[in-house]
């Protein structure tokens, strides 16, 4: 999916790399402080980063999907509302809290959007508010109102690496992504690490450009290219309460080809998503399913979305174990519960290339075994290590290159297909979350 | 959910309790052997165990239930017609391979059935075969022919606890569950520990009695003892395609009073399905979650479903880390996806039967945190430990108690319940599933 190919050799190349994408499009400016703070309900002293995205003048062209998980954050109930209002003016992101279920969260929301306003000097309805983090927690919302000037002070129009920075939490590195066209650019940042099955996904993705395309456009666009990027990846099934895209035009440059644009923010949203499954909590396999041969492109994603959610698939490519009773056990516990009259006597698989089912029997012997192990290996982003201490941690700052575990499933009943990111279930995975918080 | 409360201090208590509760019904004959063989597949030595449950007469009076997988095993193809023979008076059972979309699978396991049908002196139609294992791999029919006649040899009237250890995989340890009637007794056994969400249960279930209840009742009986057990948990959201759940009775002794058979069968099988997810591979709590105030008891299971098959919200259980941020979070995600237009407003919600969500907001403090985090600690089988060699491995042999992280949530929308039963996310899981089969 990525098209912008990575093939990082060393963090300093990936460093380089990321400030030759970050320049800002015309009208822009980010910055991000941090600051420490006792959280209430667990007080331990904790950290947060404050982002604020500013537009130099508030923009009628602006766009946001939101997370449909029926528990939204405060931040999302707000934003909602924003999509009705005639500008936008500013971002502000916070992480370690999510703002969501927390008592008085809409108010909380609401006041750092009316500081925001009065500093910069724009309505309150034109800044969107973002928050990522723990669940259930309520802001530090006079703490946060103390640090706002500080993070109005350091806006800068030139990169927009310091926002990449500030709004992640266990990212293990900031993800920005860049169309350039012939005139103006496209840039996009996310943060997303875990609890990430789009719906949309569960992350926060901000897209700037100054190329100007009218708001009713531009909301078709980024529905279409969160529909084909963001909404097919999964890394672990969970819907945030608290995902977010954001797309806003500065306006400075005309659009000469509304079209490109659109293929430009596709692939956009598309390289984001995969950066985002790539450094997915504890991923150490991006998984890339194709279903082809289906009579419709819903059902190809359902069953691509069985395979990257399946757990006991999902540990053993974390092995290096081409275990592939259990890719064929999640094909059939989709179909078996959700559509048993599909035919699958005819359904071809292959992983890494190689067929391993024909007429919906395996193919198997000990060569294409050893075949298939190379295959897993070689699409392996980190080499497992043993915990220290118990906690896993990867000591690689950037993914080491862009291959995938790559699966091809023909249920040869039909013409409709669908290609779906997802990744292995580590125990990396299970040590960032079951000590993520506490 | 288990009425016979266990509460072993030491293996060898448990131990005791299992022969207790292992005597057959009248009628009945087990008997069970191990052998090597190379599968072709990956040509390391392996051990497979032959477990026959042999009636001393054919009976009419049988009942069977199997996987909705859409790939099911060749012993599920074949169980599935042996439903409208006459009479059943075998059932044959082998671990290590599953013999599931593997060539000519059917003809292996119909090929078995034959032996077993030479040597008992039955029809080749009242014998069901039964495999649990690795998917893919074909059966070492040759060896298991020579086998044969040493697991008749073996048969016994004595005892089902060979069977019940000779069906195990992954298994900690075997699974009886008995229940005594003025006349008569009825007796299961189960196998079952990963690939673990009943739709029906990913498990073997061997339920025998010697009560006689015609064919037709002893179906609606089973049927229904499934979809209130069985039906309602997940270790792993996985559905095998090997599930097989059989009750046979002897028909040795009258039915003195069907209500109360179908009362006692219901608890051996919900028993059984506790016992299973006990035993879930890797698993450290059982989760045991019941959703009430629902508009239909459908609804309320499948919030229970997706609860305890949150991944986020398991990795936190597995840490003794309250962060019911992701309970609330599969409980949106579950809504927003399927039922957007119920109002989560009025939601309460309990852990540990502490109250955290009211009217959908937290209710979270300093000290509450503090006695969640006893529950959670509480409810632990096993305290996590470091690895040895990259491999976890409890070293206890039976579960040291039955108590379970209790999970309440009212949604205050109508009178309907339901109770799920799941687990948490451990290394131990991602290990045994990372290096079960290589």
């Excluded at 500013?90 to 929301?109: H, R, W, Y």
């Excluded at 999640?330 to 699958?344: E, I, Q, R, T, Y």
């Excluded at 409709?416 to 580590?426: F, I, N, P, Q, R």
Aim: charged share 20%; with cysteine; proline share 7%.
């Amino acid at each position: 999916m990525a098209s912008t190919q990575l093939c990082f050799e060393n963090s300093g190349i990936h460093r380089h790399w990321l400030q030759t994408q970050s320049k800002l499009p015309h009208g822009f400016r980010v910055g991000t402080i941090g600051f420490d703070f006792v959280p209430v309900e667990v007080p331990k002293p904790a950290r947060m980063r404050l982002t604020l995205i500013a537009l130099d003048k508030p923009t009628r062209d602006f766009a946001a999907v939101f997370t449909r998980n029926a528990f939204p954050g405060a931040p999302v109930i707000i934003g909602r509302e924003r999509l009705k209002e005639p500008s936008l003016g500013a971002i502000l992101v916070n992480n370690k809290i999510s703002n969501v279920c927390a008592p008085g969260g809409v108010s909380a929301s609401s006041r750092l959007c009316r500081e925001v306003s009065r500093l910069l000097q724009i309505e309150e309805t034109a800044v969107l508010p973002s928050s990522t983090g723990v669940i259930g927690w309520q802001l530090p919302v006079e703490a946060m109102v103390q640090a706002l000037p500080r993070v109005v002070e350091s806006l800068s129009s030139h990169s927009i690496l310091p926002a990449a920075e500030g709004i992640v939490t266990t990212d293990l590195y900031p993800k920005i992504r860049r169309a350039d066209l012939p005139a103006g650019s496209i840039v996009g940042i996310a943060k997303g690490a875990g609890m990430i099955e789009p719906n949309l996904a569960t992350m926060l993705v901000y897209l700037l450009t100054d190329i100007a395309v009218p708001r009713g456009r531009l909301r078709e666009m980024l529905s279409r290219a969160v529909e084909s990027s963001f909404n097919r990846m999964s890394i672990d099934s969970d819907t945030s309460t608290s995902d977010t895209v954001v797309l806003a035009s500065s306006g400075s440059v005309p659009c000469e080809d509304e079209a490109r644009f659109e293929v430009a923010l596709a692939r956009v949203c598309a390289d984001l998503a995969e950066d985002v499954v790539r450094n997915g909590e504890g991923v150490r396999h991006v998984i890339r399913v194709t279903v082809k041969g289906a009579p419709s492109e819903a059902l190809a994603r359902a069953i691509g979305k069985t395979v990257v959610n399946a757990p006991l698939f999902k540990c053993a490519v974390a092995g290096n174990d081409p275990n592939v009773g259990r890719l064929v056990q999640a094909v059939g516990k989709f179909v078996g519960a959700h559509c048993p009259s599909l035919p699958l006597n005819q359904t071809e698989m292959r992983l890494g290339g190689i067929q391993i089912v024909e007429n919906g029997e395996f193919l198997l012997d000990p060569s294409k075994e050893q075949d298939l192990v190379e295959h897993l290996r070689s699409a392996e982003l980190y080499p497992s290590a043993p915990p220290r201490n118990g906690v896993f941690s990867p000591t690689i700052d950037y993914p080491p290159h862009e291959r995938s575990v790559e699966i091809e499933i023909d249920l040869r009943q039909g013409i409709e297909s669908c290609t779906v990111l997802g990744a292995d279930l580590t125990h990396e995975y299970v040590s960032e979350n079951a000590d993520y918080r506490s």
